[in-house]
């Protein structure tokens, strides 16, 4: 060990990392020693701000679950998240020439809950779910535009009101959740419920950091949607809706131009499947294109 003068800490740490087995977890390791050693010399680190994060970190564990991960938010929070997502995109796209033509991903965030009851297309989600009827339509391509017929959409959303189901009790049912497949034509359909702003779950350690930020709590309205078929990248990724509130300030950054879309708003009547809508409904139309899995 050298004398304990700030390069020398660095060197030091740098060093004992330095024969980590595995090439990719020692890549990590030094990298993200340098770069928090930089973060303390950068801000001049008092022992009273070091100690005020270890605490904020150990709250985000203590307050953590399977249905509340409050790291996964801190990650979302810091645009970590999205960090992430952009440079899985960019990667696909030097894998697969063409691939930066497919539908933007974005976060996947909290809410995610495997196992949604596959449903025939047409169906309504939103059946018992506070809020606006609307119906979603359109169809998953190939990059070519050629239709993946069998495709599976994974769909869940929060309610009107902003809720997700998982936030409503401590053993929540599932709502507003549903799988899809695709027809020949590579078209889905289903109805479900205009989705609206909501705020983050800020009752913790997160909400705490973005009230003393001055930071936004809330995101713009969207729904969620993971679409994978054999072959394919899988995508996860959001509809958001056009015109909400927090479009410019998506507590997770998440917003993409690329997934706004217009809800276009209906009169009670025959909706375009045939249903009869007794109260003015929305309907929203999107076609996703997936990215060709990179050849292994
Ligand atoms: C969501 O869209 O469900 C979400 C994403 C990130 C943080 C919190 C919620
Ligand atoms: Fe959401």
Redesign the pocket.
């Known amino acids: 060990m050298s004398d304990y003068n700030q390069d020398a800490i660095t060197k030091d740490v740098l060093a004992a990392f330095a024969s980590t087995p595995d090439p990719r977890l020692r890549e990590l390791m030094t990298a993200l020693a340098r770069h928090i050693h930089a973060f303390a010399r950068e801000v001049d680190l008092r022992p009273d701000e070091w100690l005020a994060g270890l605490k904020f970190l150990e709250a985000t564990g203590q307050i953590s679950t399977d249905k509340r991960p409050e790291f996964i938010?801190l990650s979302?929070t810091l645009g970590l998240s999205m960090m992430v997502v952009a440079l899985a995109q960019a990667r696909a796209s030097g894998q697969v020439k063409g691939a930066i033509e497919a539908t933007e991903a974005t976060?996947e965030?909290?809410?995610y809950w495997p196992g949604a009851p596959e449903l025939p297309l047409g169906s309504d989600i939103g059946e018992g779910v506070p809020g606006e009827p609307a119906f979603y339509m359109g169809r998953v391509t190939d990059l070519d535009g050629a239709p993946l017929a069998g495709a599976l959409l994974d769909v869940w959303s929060g309610d009107g009101d902003g809720k997700y189901d998982v936030q409503l009790s401590a053993t929540p049912t599932m709502r507003a959740r549903g799988r899809f497949r695709t027809d020949a034509q590579g078209r889905y359909w289903f109805w479900s419920i205009r989705p609206t702003y909501y705020p983050?779950p800020d009752d913790g350690p997160v909400g705490d950091m973005l009230r003393a930020t001055g930071r936004s709590i809330y995101?713009p309205g969207?729904i969620?949607m993971q679409i994978s078929a054999p072959g394919h990248v899988t995508l996860t990724t959001h509809l958001f809706v056009a015109g909400s509130p927090y479009l410019e300030q998506d507590a997770?950054f998440?917003k993409r131009d690329s997934l706004v879309v217009d809800f276009e708003q209906h009169p009670p009547g025959k909706a375009v499947d045939g249903r009869e809508m007794q109260a003015p409904y929305y309907s929203a139309s999107y076609d996703f294109r997936l990215a060709p899995a990179a050849a292994s």
Do not use: T
């Open positions: 938010l979302d976060v965030g909290p809410f983050v995101r969207h969620h997770v998440g």
